[in-house]
T-cell receptor, first 110, second 115 residues
């Protein structure tokens, strides 16, 4: 089952914050986050494992609530380079296939 | 980080012909490789999972006789689109899991256009 992402699209001004949510109807082992620029392959951002992890790298962080089967990606003080489509991918068990959500289009404008 | 390459980057072929796409892990051994298809403005849809030395596992709705996958070595998987039709035109992306980390490493993708 494909995870659900919200919002579908968001437009930000440089410096603003955004939150992208990902939820699944199935129990999850892990959540992966990727960003894809137009015409390019997805680029790995981070993975969160079962256990209620939170992770961060510079101004992009994420949390995973396994009980709620939800994950959120937080982008703070957005930069123009953050523009792209963000996909969450979910695994039900370790080393399982990753099923991707429909994506969230994020546009950062000056 | 680990690098996955794909060849070719793009290909245009005539309807009815077959096209082979290669996916290579350049600096690690990939026990598992995944093939995805992505139509414009849509998500990545998993087509199949291939494990070295064994038959690929296809997702529901993917014709295994049309999309032939071979994972002959720990660094190479190939996807052959047989008797291609215009509706097969898409962006095909492979990814590989080295088994040491949970990260999937994606190739740059191959854009297939069938005329």
């Amino acid at each position: 089952q494909q995870p659900v992402q919200s919002p579908q699209a968001v437009i930000l001004r440089e410096g603003e914050d955004a939150v992208i949510n990902c939820s699944s109807s199935k129990a999850l082992y892990s959540v992966h986050w990727y960003r894809q620029k137009h015409g390019e392959a997805p680029v790995f951002l981070m993975i969160l494992l079962k256990g209620g992890e939170q992770k961060g790298h510079e101004k992009i962080s994420a949390s995973f609530n396994e009980k709620k089967q939800q994950s959120s990606l937080y982008l703070t003080a957005s930069q123009l380079s953050y523009s792209g489509t963000y996909f969450c991918g979910t695994e039900s068990t370790s080393y399982d296939k990753v099923i991707f959500g429909p994506g969230t289009s994020l546009s950062v404008i000056p | 980080g680990a690098v996955v390459s794909q060849h070719p980057s793009w290909v245009i072929c005539k309807s009815g012909t077959s096209v082979k796409i290669e996916c290579r892990s350049l600096d690690f051994q990939a026990t598992t490789m995944f093939w995805y298809r992505q139509f414009p403005k849509q998500s990545l849809m998993l087509m199949a999972t291939s494990n070295e030395g064994s038959k690929a596992t296809y997702e529901q709705g993917v014709e295994k006789d049309k999309f032939l996958i071979n994972h002959a070595s720990l660094t190479l998987s190939t996807l052959t689109v047989t008797s291609a039709h215009p509706e097969d035109s898409s962006f095909y992306i492979c990814s590989a899991n080295g088994g040491q980390t949970y990260e999937q490493y994606f190739g740059p993708g191959t854009r297939l256009t069938v005329t």
